[in-house]
Protein backbone atom coordinates (compact mmCIF):
# COMPACT_ATOMS: atom_id res chain seq x y z
CA UNK A 1 0.00 0.00 0.00
CA UNK A 2 1.76 3.38 -1.29
CA UNK A 3 2.09 5.56 1.56
CA UNK A 4 2.83 9.76 1.65
CA UNK A 5 4.11 11.27 4.55
CA UNK A 6 4.95 14.65 5.09
CA UNK A 7 7.85 16.29 7.18
CA UNK A 8 9.00 20.23 7.55
CA UNK A 9 8.68 22.82 10.19
CA UNK A 10 5.10 23.93 11.85
CA UNK A 11 6.35 27.11 12.28
CA UNK A 12 7.94 29.84 9.19
CA UNK A 13 8.45 33.10 9.95
CA UNK A 14 6.55 36.08 7.75
CA UNK A 15 9.19 36.78 4.18
CA UNK A 16 11.26 33.46 4.80
CA UNK A 17 11.14 30.08 2.86
CA UNK A 18 8.66 27.22 3.83
CA UNK A 19 10.26 23.78 3.10
CA UNK A 20 8.89 20.52 3.23
CA UNK A 21 9.64 17.35 2.60
CA UNK A 22 7.54 13.97 1.69
CA UNK A 23 8.75 9.98 1.83
CA UNK A 24 6.56 7.77 -0.28
CA UNK A 25 7.00 4.37 0.90
CA UNK A 26 5.35 0.98 -0.40
CA UNK A 27 4.30 0.16 -3.65
CA UNK A 28 6.08 0.47 -6.87
CA UNK A 29 5.34 4.59 -8.78
CA UNK A 30 8.82 5.37 -10.20
CA UNK A 31 7.31 5.68 -14.22
CA UNK A 32 7.36 9.07 -15.80
CA UNK A 33 3.50 8.78 -15.97
CA UNK A 34 3.35 9.47 -11.29
CA UNK A 35 3.40 13.06 -10.84
CA UNK A 36 3.91 13.81 -7.00
CA UNK A 37 2.46 17.23 -5.95
CA UNK A 38 1.56 19.35 -3.14
CA UNK A 39 -1.88 20.66 -2.30
CA UNK A 40 -2.67 23.33 0.62
CA UNK A 41 -5.91 23.68 2.54
CA UNK A 42 -5.62 27.54 4.67
CA UNK A 43 -7.77 26.68 7.92
CA UNK A 44 -11.73 26.58 7.21
CA UNK A 45 -11.33 26.97 3.75
CA UNK A 46 -10.68 24.82 0.32
CA UNK A 47 -8.45 22.85 -1.24
CA UNK A 48 -5.42 24.88 -3.82
CA UNK A 49 -3.39 22.77 -5.74
CA UNK A 50 0.39 24.24 -5.83
CA UNK A 51 2.29 22.06 -8.63
CA UNK A 52 3.46 18.92 -9.04
CA UNK A 53 6.67 16.81 -10.32
CA UNK A 54 7.19 13.72 -12.14
CA UNK A 55 10.71 11.39 -11.42
CA UNK A 56 11.66 12.75 -14.68
CA UNK A 57 11.46 16.04 -13.53
CA UNK A 58 8.97 17.47 -15.54
CA UNK A 59 6.61 20.07 -13.19
CA UNK A 60 3.58 21.71 -13.14
CA UNK A 61 2.76 24.94 -11.27
CA UNK A 62 -0.40 26.71 -10.10
CA UNK A 63 0.34 29.97 -12.10
CA UNK A 64 -1.17 31.55 -9.31
CA UNK A 65 1.89 30.60 -7.18
CA UNK A 66 4.60 29.71 -9.37
CA UNK A 67 6.84 32.75 -9.07
CA UNK A 68 6.85 31.60 -4.88
CA UNK A 69 7.13 28.03 -5.48
CA UNK A 70 9.65 25.08 -6.52
CA UNK A 71 8.83 21.78 -6.60
CA UNK A 72 11.73 18.96 -6.77
CA UNK A 73 12.39 15.42 -6.50
CA UNK A 74 15.12 12.62 -5.15
CA UNK A 75 14.79 9.98 -6.67
CA UNK A 76 17.04 7.81 -4.94
CA UNK A 77 15.39 8.40 -1.21
CA UNK A 78 11.31 8.17 -2.80
CA UNK A 79 11.53 11.63 -1.49
CA UNK A 80 10.11 15.36 -3.54
CA UNK A 81 10.05 18.60 -2.29
CA UNK A 82 7.95 21.83 -1.73
CA UNK A 83 9.85 25.43 -1.19
CA UNK A 84 7.35 28.34 -1.13
CA UNK A 85 9.19 31.64 -0.97
CA UNK A 86 8.77 35.25 0.46
CA UNK A 87 5.66 33.33 2.59
CA UNK A 88 2.64 35.53 4.25
CA UNK A 89 0.42 34.82 6.96
CA UNK A 90 -1.87 33.58 3.53
CA UNK A 91 -0.17 30.67 3.29
CA UNK A 92 -0.55 29.60 6.64
CA UNK A 93 -2.21 26.26 5.81
CA UNK A 94 -2.42 21.86 6.48
CA UNK A 95 -0.42 21.40 3.07
CA UNK A 96 -0.61 17.70 1.34
CA UNK A 97 1.57 15.51 -0.22
CA UNK A 98 -0.35 13.71 -3.41
CA UNK A 99 -0.10 11.12 -6.12
CA UNK A 100 -1.75 11.62 -9.78
CA UNK A 101 -1.05 10.57 -13.16
CA UNK A 102 -0.50 12.76 -15.15
CA UNK A 103 -3.75 14.77 -15.48
CA UNK A 104 -6.17 12.26 -13.68
CA UNK A 105 -7.12 12.36 -9.86
CA UNK A 106 -5.00 12.44 -6.72
CA UNK A 107 -5.23 9.12 -5.42
CA UNK A 108 -3.11 8.93 -2.50
CA UNK A 109 -2.83 11.54 -0.14
CA UNK A 110 -0.56 12.09 2.76
CA UNK A 111 -1.91 12.83 6.54
CA UNK A 112 -1.27 16.68 5.93
CA UNK A 113 1.36 18.68 7.91
CA UNK A 114 0.15 22.47 9.05
CA UNK A 115 2.24 25.38 8.72
CA UNK A 116 1.82 28.33 10.29
CA UNK A 117 3.35 31.12 8.98
CA UNK A 118 3.87 33.93 12.00
CA UNK A 119 6.25 36.12 13.71
CA UNK B 1 -9.58 31.33 -15.57
CA UNK B 2 -12.04 28.65 -15.42
CA UNK B 3 -14.24 28.16 -12.53
CA UNK B 4 -16.03 25.37 -10.51
CA UNK B 5 -19.21 26.39 -8.34
CA UNK B 6 -20.48 24.07 -5.78
CA UNK B 7 -23.17 24.77 -3.60
CA UNK B 8 -22.38 25.76 0.20
CA UNK B 9 -24.29 23.38 1.55
CA UNK B 10 -26.44 19.95 1.00
CA UNK B 11 -28.96 18.21 3.62
CA UNK B 12 -30.26 14.92 2.95
CA UNK B 13 -32.57 12.60 5.09
CA UNK B 14 -30.80 9.28 6.38
CA UNK B 15 -31.39 6.72 4.27
CA UNK B 16 -32.25 9.45 1.23
CA UNK B 17 -30.44 9.80 -2.02
CA UNK B 18 -28.42 13.44 -1.68
CA UNK B 19 -26.70 15.34 -5.03
CA UNK B 20 -24.10 17.91 -5.35
CA UNK B 21 -23.84 19.75 -8.44
CA UNK B 22 -20.54 21.06 -9.14
CA UNK B 23 -20.62 23.90 -12.42
CA UNK B 24 -18.50 24.61 -14.94
CA UNK B 25 -18.62 26.08 -18.37
CA UNK B 26 -18.76 23.18 -20.51
CA UNK B 27 -17.79 20.54 -17.76
CA UNK B 28 -19.38 17.96 -19.68
CA UNK B 29 -15.70 17.95 -22.07
CA UNK B 30 -13.72 17.71 -19.10
CA UNK B 31 -12.83 14.46 -16.39
CA UNK B 32 -14.38 15.39 -13.08
CA UNK B 33 -13.11 13.66 -10.00
CA UNK B 34 -14.85 13.94 -6.64
CA UNK B 35 -13.29 13.73 -2.78
CA UNK B 36 -14.56 13.31 0.96
CA UNK B 37 -13.07 15.17 3.54
CA UNK B 38 -13.96 14.65 7.04
CA UNK B 39 -12.99 17.00 9.99
CA UNK B 40 -9.73 16.51 10.61
CA UNK B 41 -8.90 13.97 7.70
CA UNK B 42 -7.13 14.18 4.30
CA UNK B 43 -9.32 14.04 1.49
CA UNK B 44 -10.32 10.90 -0.20
CA UNK B 45 -11.37 10.41 -3.53
CA UNK B 46 -14.20 8.74 -4.09
CA UNK B 47 -14.93 9.23 -7.64
CA UNK B 48 -12.51 9.56 -10.80
CA UNK B 49 -12.92 10.57 -14.43
CA UNK B 50 -16.69 11.69 -13.63
CA UNK B 51 -18.58 8.33 -13.06
CA UNK B 52 -16.23 5.64 -11.99
CA UNK B 53 -15.39 4.65 -8.31
CA UNK B 54 -12.48 3.45 -6.77
CA UNK B 55 -12.51 0.06 -5.51
CA UNK B 56 -12.87 0.78 -1.94
CA UNK B 57 -15.91 3.29 -2.33
CA UNK B 58 -19.06 1.76 -1.39
CA UNK B 59 -21.56 1.84 -4.28
CA UNK B 60 -24.10 4.36 -3.01
CA UNK B 61 -21.32 6.77 -4.36
CA UNK B 62 -22.16 7.59 -8.35
CA UNK B 63 -21.52 10.17 -10.26
CA UNK B 64 -22.27 12.06 -14.19
CA UNK B 65 -21.24 14.81 -15.97
CA UNK B 66 -23.08 16.42 -18.82
CA UNK B 67 -23.13 20.02 -20.19
CA UNK B 68 -22.60 22.36 -17.69
CA UNK B 69 -23.26 20.54 -14.58
CA UNK B 70 -21.28 17.66 -12.67
CA UNK B 71 -23.23 15.85 -9.92
CA UNK B 72 -22.52 13.16 -7.37
CA UNK B 73 -24.88 10.71 -5.78
CA UNK B 74 -25.27 9.21 -2.78
CA UNK B 75 -28.21 6.83 -2.64
CA UNK B 76 -29.07 5.88 0.78
CA UNK B 77 -27.09 8.60 2.42
CA UNK B 78 -25.22 7.22 5.83
CA UNK B 79 -24.74 9.40 9.07
CA UNK B 80 -20.63 8.36 7.85
CA UNK B 81 -21.35 10.34 4.76
CA UNK B 82 -21.62 13.80 6.48
CA UNK B 83 -18.41 15.74 5.21
CA UNK B 84 -17.15 18.37 3.05
CA UNK B 85 -16.74 16.83 -0.33
CA UNK B 86 -14.86 18.52 -3.56
CA UNK B 87 -14.85 18.56 -6.96
CA UNK B 88 -12.00 19.11 -9.16
CA UNK B 89 -10.93 19.18 -12.71
CA UNK B 90 -7.58 19.93 -15.09
CA UNK B 91 -7.67 23.10 -17.13
CA UNK B 92 -4.92 24.10 -19.02
CA UNK B 93 -2.30 21.75 -17.35
CA UNK B 94 -4.05 23.51 -13.69
CA UNK B 95 -5.92 21.54 -11.27
CA UNK B 96 -8.91 23.15 -9.97
CA UNK B 97 -10.92 22.76 -7.10
CA UNK B 98 -14.77 23.70 -6.53
CA UNK B 99 -15.30 25.83 -3.12
CA UNK B 100 -16.52 22.61 -1.26
CA UNK B 101 -19.86 21.46 -0.32
CA UNK B 102 -21.24 20.43 3.42
CA UNK B 103 -23.05 17.51 3.23
CA UNK B 104 -25.57 17.00 6.39
CA UNK B 105 -27.03 13.94 7.26
CA UNK B 106 -30.44 14.82 8.82
Known amino acids: QLQLQESGPGLVKPSETLSLTCTVS??????????WGWIRQPPGKGLEWIGS???????YHNPSLKSQVTVSVDTSKNQFFLRLTSVTAADTAVYYCVRHVSARSFDYWGQGTLVTVSS | SYELTQPLSVSVALGQTARITCGGN??????VHWYQQKPGQAPVLVIYSDDNRPSRIPERFSGSNSGNTATLTISGAQAGDEADYYCQVWDTSTALFGGGTKLTVL
Open chain 2, 26 to 31: NIGGKN
Open chain 1, 53 to 59: INYSGST
Open chain 1, 26 to 35: GGSSRGSVYY
